[in-house]
């Protein structure tokens, strides 16, 4: 549960604090190094989401095309049409469909 420390070393150190902060003062100690860990804990899911949803509008705005490139791909298809040079070909299928 705690890496490399055993029970040993938790009954030393449980003792060490009975007899430093008392008591009295322990089970406050412990409400207060709980709510410390539950908060440093909220803190770092809440950066951890954080930066996940910068990430993925990073990735959105890399694979998605720029705004000029959609304006040009909107305006390409009229612009080709009414730009053309009229040649020969284009002349005599309108004439037949006339």
Known sequence: MFGSIGMP?????FTVALIVFGPR???EL???LGKSL???KRASNELKHTLDEEISLEEKQRFA???STLAAMEVA????TSESPETPETVA???QQS
């Open 65 to 67: 095309p720029p705004p």
């Open 93 to 95: 299928r309108g004439q």
């Open 30 to 32: 412990g409400r207060s």
């Open 25 to 27: 003062k322990l089970p």
């Open 77 to 80: 298809p009229d612009s080709a």
């Open 38 to 40: 539950q908060e440093f």
């Open 9 to 13: 070393e938790l009954i030393i150190i």
